[in-house]
């Protein structure tokens, strides 16, 4: 039960820090200021919230007797990272959102193939 709640959190954690990431550099460049706009924080946070919701059923499958004091903060910060260089890239669209998911989806398999077993 404790491992699924550290699961579920850092689901939750790690949908608002990519929401939060795609929110800040989706014009494609970096606005800092953007976050404080009601309208943006709150779509944001929710849309963050479902989307780690949403996710977390598969990250509970990928984590299962895995090491998560590793593959969590590596997942968190590495799909915040690559959201964002995404919207940063200089494209005709941001790319942050789906490539948000399916590297999410993408490492998660191939931690639950690869990953390091928990002790």
Do not use: Q
């Not at 895995?66 to 940063?88: E, R, S, W």
């Not at 998660?108 to 002790?119: D, M």
């Amino acid at each position: 039960m404790r491992r699924t709640l550290t699961v579920l959190l850092f689901s939750l954690l790690g949908g608002l820090l990519t929401a939060y990431a795609y929110a800040v550099t989706v014009e494609g460049h970096v606005e800092p200021g953007i976050l404080s706009a009601p309208a943006v924080f709150k779509v944001a946070t929710i849309f963050g919230s479902c989307a780690g919701l949403i996710m977390a059923p598969l990250v509970l499958f990928c984590m299962k007797g895995k090491n998560l004091l590793i593959a969590m903060p590596v997942l968190l910060g590495a799909v915040a990272v690559l959201t964002a260089g995404l919207n940063l890239a200089p494209t005709a669209t941001p790319l942050g959102l789906p490539g948000s998911f399916l590297f999410t989806g993408a490492f998660l398999f191939l931690w639950r193939r690869f990953g390091p077993l928990e002790r």
